[in-house]
């Protein structure tokens, strides 16, 4: 049976019986060795193979009601979660699950039914919706941030009330500016979260499986560093190796044993490509900046059409530095507050700015999510940045999750267009 | 060699014929412009066939067809797609070769082109959202709403001072703006010239995104209508060039480009 096949008859499966019970039952049946093995021996790419199988367990992990989960936003250091003992579970994320699954639509209405407004990003509605539908797992802490999104606050304290856990709802006030006032903040409420979490675990604080954790992430961050480096020389890979399907181990599992295997495999992977690669074979290199849409789509496809390739996305830059396990709850606050998206626009222009540069980027496709003003906010002075230097700038109009606000006819003409225009300089 | 072009758009498709020679000098043999209707690709071979009849020349003695617009994946037998951006930019550099900004105003889209000064290629773009407020559909729908032909939008707009603001963007909105101020016994001509406003306002807000540099050419079905095009150059503060024919700059761009396959 091909992986396609597979993969079609799992998302029939989620469709046709969207509840919670099903999706427990489903992740349980393909979590089996056997199935994943079978499933797993008809993708071609060791690492895309790990990437599936890992997803797959992970999920089923949090879905087994075996283990204490926690919900949390995008940008949180996660090695303090799996440093607590704590199943991370990112809604946002799986907003985005939503959209390839194609129920994106039946949540999306069921948050409109429950008043989440339409001006609401689709990755929080959707989750929102999910949630309303009880498709999530019951979780026992949730944890946010208002790093980036500002969103992200407002939609998990819903969250936290009607799952009636209103008291285990932590919410992390990253600062605007990186200080020492910023960082003594920052690491405090860090530190108070661990140890007020513990206690509601009834377990001792365990600083040391905190260092692991933290000693995992920055075994993670080493070979994160090494594909990326391999990356400004690479360009003719295949798509599963778009940093855009990378976001849950990248962000919400760093810290994870399983995650350090993911990148060492990337890594290997990737270097094998690089030897094997065509030099004669030019082709014009985009950055990717924000999320993709992650439902059926052709963008990639056209690009590739076009000659042109996405050799590196805003979010698999690796932005902070290794952290220090001696100094947990700092190290973690500094790489919070090393996030390019933190504080002002200038941040994240510099930071991309240092990305084209490395991978002498043609053009920049920015996707502009419907609803994420932190992003979209930024896109005329994003334009005019790269301009100056005769780049490109694609700010594309659309929707990651909901198909329905993103037509396909006119994103392929604004695609096609661009790498048109890529390709006439 | 005979090169075509055929430009498939929501409202209407051209065809367009070129002789070009081995200096790359054309000449415009034939086009042909028809409504869309509700197959495309019927319309593409239609307008296939009446540019080459009357350029007297038969399928088999076209070099090569360049497909554009909207519809351009479903002509079969064009030898490649190129989008409208390149082959609108590509059209009207050809006429007017100094032009660096093009306002493209069609049945369902409105587009800015930006053309680079040196190579005459296009730099950058903007296309309207997924909505026809400021296109010709949207002219079409108010002047059914005003029973008024919409061929005599200009003439009023010229001949009338007075306008009334039109505030809602959406065309369905718009339309019961309308009715709301006939109602109220408005003059039919004020609310024109409010309308051809509210379409240059748009339209203005898509140059000042792409930014204001002249010449500035105005092409598409909606630059046939000399109320938009004096209200666009009114806000812009700069004359606007407008081609004998400005449905074909499209076709004529990807007749052109079909030459260099």
New interface residues.
């Given amino acids: 049976m091909s992986v396609l096949s597979i993969k079609t008859r799992i998302i029939k499966n989620i469709q046709d019986n969207l509840n919670l019970g099903s999706i427990k039952r489903l992740l349980h049946t393909i979590s089996n060795k056997p199935v994943l093995a079978l499933y797993g021996s008809s993708i071609k790419s060791i690492t895309d193979k790990y990437l599936n199988i890992y997803t797959i367990r992970n999920l089923n992990e949090v879905y087994s009601g075996k283990y204490p989960v926690a919900f949390g936003s995008l940008f949180l250091p996660y090695e303090l979660i799996i440093g607590l003992g704590l199943k991370p579970f990112l809604p946002e994320i799986m907003g985005g699950f939503t959209a390839g699954l194609g129920i994106s639509g039946r949540t999306i209405k069921a948050a409109s039914n429950n008043w989440y407004s339409s001006d609401l990003c689709t990755f929080h509605r959707s989750a929102a919706g999910a949630c309303e539908m009880d498709l999530f797992p019951k979780p026992s802490f949730i944890v946010c941030s208002n790093l980036a999104c500002d969103a992200a606050g407002k939609s998990f304290q819903n969250f936290s009330r009607k799952y009636n856990i209103e008291k285990n709802f932590y919410f992390i006030d990253v600062p605007h500016d990186d200080d020492g006032a910023s960082l003594s903040f920052l690491s405090k409420q860090l530190e108070n979260i661990f140890y007020e979490v513990s206690g509601k675990l009834n377990k001792k604080p365990d600083i040391e499986k905190l260092k692991k954790t933290i000693n995992c992430s920055n075994d993670f961050r080493k070979f994160a560093i090494q594909a990326n480096n391999i990356r400004k020389e690479l360009y003719d890979y295949p798509q599963y190796f778009n940093g855009l399907n990378y976001i849950l181990p990248f962000f919400g599992l760093s810290g994870t044993k399983e995650t350090v295997n993911l990148y060492k495999i990337m890594t290997g992977e990737l270097q094998e490509k690089l030897l094997k690669q065509d030099k004669n074979k030019k082709m014009k290199k985009v950055l990717w900046m924000h999320l993709k849409p992650y439902y059926r789509n052709e963008i990639f496809n056209i690009l590739e059409k076009n000659n042109c390739r996405v050799v590196f996305e805003e979010t698999s830059n690796v932005f902070w530095d290794e952290l220090d396990p001696d100094k947990p709850f700092k190290s973690l606050a500094k790489k919070m507050l090393s996030n390019p998206l933190r504080g002002n626009g200038e941040n994240r222009i510099k930071a991309v700015q240092q990305i084209a540069a490395l991978y002498d980027i043609d053009g920049i496709i920015m996707f502009s999510h419907w609803g994420c003003r932190q992003s979209n906010g930024l896109s005329r002075l994003i334009k005019e940045s790269f301009?100056k230097k005769s780049i490109?700038v694609l700010v594309l109009?659309g929707d990651c999750v909901d198909i329905n606000?993103c037509?396909a006819?006119?994103i392929k003409?604004?695609v096609?267009?661009f790498a048109?225009?890529l390709n006439?300089? | 060699m005979y090169t075509c072009g055929i430009d498939i758009g929501s409202v209407s498709t051209e065809a367009l014929i070129l002789d070009i020679d081995e200096r790359k000098d054309y000449k415009i043999l034939s086009y042909a412009i028809i409504k869309t209707g509700s197959d495309s690709k019927t319309a593409a071979e239609k307008s296939f066939k009446m540019a080459l009849s009357e350029a007297k020349l038969n399928r088999n003695e076209i070099n090569y067809i360049v497909a554009t617009g909207?519809g351009r994946v479903i002509v079969e037998f064009a030898n490649k797609n190129?989008?409208?951006?390149?082959c609108h930019a590509s059209g009207v550099t050809l006429l007017f070769p100094d032009i660096i900004t093009i306002i493209d105003i069609g049945g369902q889209?409105s587009k800015v082109i930006k053309i680079d000064r040196t190579?005459k290629?296009?730099?950058?773009?903007l296309?309207n959202?997924?909505c026809a407020a400021g296109t010709g559909r949207f002219l079409e729908v108010m002047a059914k709403t005003l029973e008024i032909n919409l061929e005599n939008f200009g003439e009023i707009f010229l001949s009338t001072k007075e306008k009334v603001d039109i505030t809602s963007t959406c065309t369905v909105f718009a339309e019961s703006e309308i009715v709301s101020l006939i109602g109220r016994g408005v003059a039919k001509e004020k609310i024109i010239k409010g309308l051809i406003y509210s379409i240059a306002d748009r339209i203005i807000s898509m140059v000042s995104r792409v930014g204001l540099e002249a010449p500035v050419c105005l092409t598409g079905g909606v630059a046939k209508n000399s109320g938009i095009a004096s209200a666009i150059e009114e806000k812009l503060g700069v004359k606007l060039q407008i081609p004998f024919e400005p449905q074909i700059t499209g076709a004529l761009g990807a007749a052109y480009l079909a030459g260099k396959i």
């Fill in positions: 301009n490109p109009d606000n037509p006819g006119q003409t604004r096609e267009g048109e225009i006439s300089i | 909207y190129i989008t409208e951006i390149t889209d190579s290629k296009p730099i950058d773009f296309m959202d997924k």
